[in-house]
Structure formats: C-alpha cells, structure tokens
C-alpha cells in the first residue's frame, strides 16, 4: 500500500483526563486514560468501522481526530497534514476535509435553528458561498441530496423525526465537502427500519461523493454490513484489527470473540442459542486504574501469568491482521504453561 492511498493516520494517539478528588479529599487527582496509544489508518474510500463496549474510548477517539478533544500526545496526519500541530487558523481550514455526524440526532441540533441554518452553517464558517442566493441553493440541493424535502427548509429541528434529523445531520456534514466523515453512532438512537435506510443512505453517499468513513459503533451486526476493515477497542486500546470478512469468519482475540458471541442468532432453538451467549464475565476494569499488562486479562478465559506482568505486542499477519494478545506472540506465547485454544 502507498503512502497516497492512506487519507488518515493515527499515530500512538492519548487523551488522558484529569479528575479531581471529591469533597473528602479535594486535592487527590487521578488520570483517566481514555485513549491510551492508539495507532491506524484510514485509506481513501473505505470505510472503517471502530467497535467496542461503551467506555472502551472510541468516540473520544473520533473527537480528538478533530481535535474537539485535544490529546495529550501523538499525531493525526488527514492527507499527509499533522492536525495535531495546526493553529487555530489554520486548523479551521484544515476541518473543511473532516466532519463529523454526531450520535443523538436531536441534542446535535440547534433547536432555535432553522434547516436552512443548521445546513447551511458550514457554508458561512468556511465562505464557500458567493451570496444568499447561491448559500440558498447548496442547502436546497443538500437536502434532496439526503432525501429530504427541500420545502421544510424553514422548519426546526423539533419538527422532524428522529431519521430525518439525522439526516439534516448528514446534510451539514456534507455542506463542507469534507474527504473524511466520522460518523460516531449514527443509528443507535434509530428504529431498525430508519437504521437501514440511514446507512444505505451513507452508503449510497459513499459511492457518488468518493467519501471515507469512520464508523463507530457497538452494534456489530451493523458494522458488518457497511465497513470494509474494523478495528477493536478494549480500554483505551486497539486489541485486533482486521478485514470485515476476516474478522467475522476468523476472530483471533479473546474479546472479538465474545463480542461475536453476543450477536443476537434468530433461532427459537435454547440450544443454539445456548451456543452464542457472551462468555465475559465481570464488568470493564475503571481506566483511571487499568489492569497491568493486558488490560483485558482480569476477563479473559485464556490468561495466565504473562497476561497480568506484560503489555502485549501487536502481532501483524502476512494478510493484515494485526492482535495485540500473548496468544500470538511467539516470544511470550511458549512461556505458557498450559496451551489455550483461541480461535
């Protein structure tokens, strides 16, 4: 793969909090390690989707691409430009290339907004139109765009339904003709039938504006149907990367595999439902106090000692496949006493 086919590259990407203590100890503070030396990329046209349970770190992930958190350390290089090294000038240019498709459709939205303002915000922050008129006009044509009525253009937020306020959402991320969208859960708040439609609508985008996702989401049943690649949070940190089909058919992590294992499987038969229940156990460790070595190991059915003493290395594949797990780690891997069976 050459340089000029990545559009994003994250590199050891942190954003760590600060939090102060309560009212019995006011001047303790301790450090959340929201992200935690994340590193991928992103190459022009795919889309690749970021899964994880809640807290694992994916949106604030999204958020510090855009520098609306800013990390604490490691660089985000959008079409061979370090974003994390920008001004604010020329920051502002720069977020015309990226935007961002938020995950409640309503508080996203100004309510005191029109359409026609929500829409076309972007078009007056960036100067990309030449008079009312024009601004008019590239607001109208976004809306037929997203299959919206060009007619409710002086309506507001509250008077549409959940799928077409995403939709404005959309609309207003495409007013900057941006190479990148991030779209951080863009249908969990959706009925499933208004799900369908709103990813076939990015899909189709997808395909007539030459448009790179970054899909986040929890739900991998939807994943699967609209990314090319997928990347696994656990924690603040990347555990697998891998083609979708790949993924889905050959998952090496022990937390990839039980989230596979909770997809719902529309079957009445209790035994092959049996057969798919999530084997974790317990609930996520707190990031202000992450478990040492594999950040995973106080859930995993696999670990033993190494796991609890040593940070596991990203293992890569010749197809790409890329595990941070001892399991795969022929230096660490022979130190296991009893062999386990992963995948």
Same mark, same amino acid.
């Given at each position: $793969?050459?340089? =000029?086919?990545?559009?994003?590259?994250? &590199?050891?990407?942190?954003?760590?909090?600060?939090?102060?203590?309560?009212?019995?100890?006011?001047?303790?503070?301790?450090?959340? !390690?929201?992200?935690?030396?994340?590193?991928?990329?992103? !190459?022009?046209?795919?889309?690749? #989707? $970021?899964?994880?349970?809640?807290?694992?770190?994916?949106?604030?992930?999204?958020?510090?691409?855009?520098?609306?958190?800013?990390?604490? =350390? #490691?660089?985000?290089?959008?079409?061979?430009? %370090?974003?994390? =090294?920008?001004?604010?000038?020329?920051?502002?240019?720069?977020?015309?290339?990226?935007?961002?498709?938020?995950?409640?459709?309503?508080?996203?939205?100004?309510?005191? $907004?029109?359409?026609?303002?929500?829409?076309?915000?972007?078009?007056?922050? @960036?100067? $990309?139109?030449?008079?009312?008129? %024009?601004?008019?006009?590239?607001?109208?044509?976004?809306?037929?765009?997203?299959? /919206?009525?060009?007619?409710?253009?002086?309506?507001?937020?509250?008077?549409?339904?959940?799928?077409?306020?995403?939709?404005?959402?959309?609309?207003?991320?495409?007013?900057?003709?941006?190479?990148?969208?991030?779209?951080?859960?863009?249908?969990?708040?959706?009925?499933?039938?208004?799900?369908?439609?709103?990813?076939?609508?990015?899909?189709?985008?997808?395909?007539? /504006?030459?448009?790179?996702? +970054?899909?986040?989401?929890?739900? +991998?049943?939807?994943?699967? @149907?609209?990314?090319?690649?997928?990347?696994?949070?656990?924690?603040?940190?990347?555990?697998?990367?891998? %083609?979708?089909?790949?993924?889905?058919?050959?998952? !090496?992590? *022990?937390?990839?595999?039980? +989230?596979?294992?909770?997809?719902?499987?529309?079957?009445?038969?209790?035994?092959?439902?049996?057969?798919?229940?999530?084997?974790?156990?317990?609930?996520?460790?707190?990031?202000? &106090?992450?478990?040492?070595?594999? *950040?995973?190991?106080?859930?995993? *059915?696999?670990?033993?000692?190494?796991?609890?003493?040593?940070?596991?290395?990203?293992?890569?594949?010749?197809?790409? @496949?890329?595990?941070?797990?001892?399991?795969?780690?022929?230096?660490?891997?022979?130190?296991?006493?009893?062999?386990?069976?992963? #995948?």
């Amino acid at each position: $793969m050459q340089k =000029s086919d990545l559009l994003l590259e994250v &590199n050891d990407l942190k954003v760590h909090f600060k939090l102060r203590g309560g009212f019995f100890t006011p001047n303790k503070t301790e450090t959340v !390690k929201a992200v935690d030396g994340v590193t991928f990329h992103v !190459k022009r046209g795919e889309t690749l #989707g $970021m899964v994880g349970e809640s807290g694992c770190g994916k949106s604030t992930t999204g958020l510090s691409i855009l520098r609306m958190v800013e990390p604490n =350390s #490691g660089k985000v290089i959008l079409d061979g430009t %370090d974003v994390t =090294s920008l001004g604010r000038r020329e920051l502002r240019r720069e977020r015309r290339k990226m935007q961002m498709v938020f995950q409640d459709p309503f508080g996203a939205l100004n309510p005191r $907004m029109t359409v026609l303002d929500i829409i076309g915000e972007p078009l007056t922050v @960036h100067n $990309m139109a030449k008079n009312f008129a %024009d601004y008019k006009r590239q607001v109208l044509e976004l809306m037929e765009m997203v299959g /919206l009525n060009p007619d409710m253009a002086q309506r507001f937020a509250h008077e549409f339904s959940g799928g077409q306020r995403q939709r404005i959402g959309i609309a207003r991320a495409l007013a900057a003709r941006p190479q990148l969208i991030i779209c951080d859960e863009p249908v969990s708040a959706l009925d499933v039938s208004i799900q369908a439609q709103v990813i076939n609508l990015l899909e189709d985008l997808q395909a007539e /504006l030459g448009l790179t996702y +970054l899909f986040i989401a929890h739900d +991998l049943a939807v994943v699967k @149907h609209i990314c090319d690649r997928i990347v696994v949070m656990y924690l603040g940190r990347i555990v697998e990367v891998a %083609d979708r089909d790949d993924l889905y058919r050959n998952p !090496k992590h *022990p937390y990839t595999q039980a +989230l596979l294992s909770a997809i719902p499987i529309a079957d009445p038969d209790p035994e092959v439902q049996k057969q798919f229940q999530p084997a974790l156990e317990g609930e996520v460790p707190s990031p202000v &106090n992450p478990p040492p070595g594999c *950040p995973f190991h106080p859930r995993c *059915p696999h670990a033993w000692s190494a796991c609890s003493e040593l940070r596991p290395q990203t293992v890569t594949s010749e197809d790409g @496949h890329s595990v941070a797990c001892h399991l795969y780690d022929p230096a660490v891997a022979k130190t296991q006493p009893i062999k386990a069976e992963a #995948g």
